[in-house]
C-alpha cells in the first residue's frame, strides 16, 4: 500500500478548530499509539513499519506540522475541553526522544 497521506494529515491538522477533530487527535495520540522513549509507534495491525503511510504519519506526529497545527489550535479555540486535549496533545508531541 503506497497511499500519500499527506492530503489527510494536512486536512487533520486544519479541521483541529473543531473540537471533534482534537478529541480525534486526542484519542489517536494518546490511546491508539505506543510511545516509547517518546517516540510514536503504530501499534501492529493498522499498517506496516516498513510502508510509506506509515511513515509519513510518524513523521507528521514527530516532524513538527502536528505540533504546529497543535500550536495554531490553540490560538484559534476558547473551549475549555479542548484546550485541555491540545496541552495534553502538545506534551506527547514535544516529549523529549
Known amino acids: 500500500m503506497n497511499t500519500d ?3 489527510w494529515l494536512d486536512e487533520w491538522g486544519g479541521a ?3 473540537e471533534p477533530a482534537v478529541r ?5 495520540v494518546t490511546e491508539k499509539l505506543i510511545w516509547r522513549r517518546g517516540r510514536p509507534l503504530i501499534p501492529p495491525g493498522y499498517w506496516d513499519p516498513s510502508s510509506h ?8 506526529l514527530t516532524g513538527g506540522q ?3 497545527a497543535v500550536s495554531a489550535a490553540f490560538a484559534r479555540t476558547g473551549d ?3 484546550l485541555e486535549l491540545l496541552m495534553e496533545i502538545d ?4 516529549a523529549p526522544s
Do not use: G, K, N
Open 5 to 7: 497521506m499527506t492530503p
Open 53 to 60: 503511510p506509515y511513515r509519513q504519519v510518524i513523521d507528521w
Open 24 to 28: 480525534q487527535l486526542h484519542e489517536f
Open 16 to 18: 483541529l478548530t473543531s
Open 80 to 82: 475549555e475541553a479542548a
Open 66 to 68: 502536528a505540533a504546529a
Open 91 to 94: 506534551s506527547r508531541l514535544r
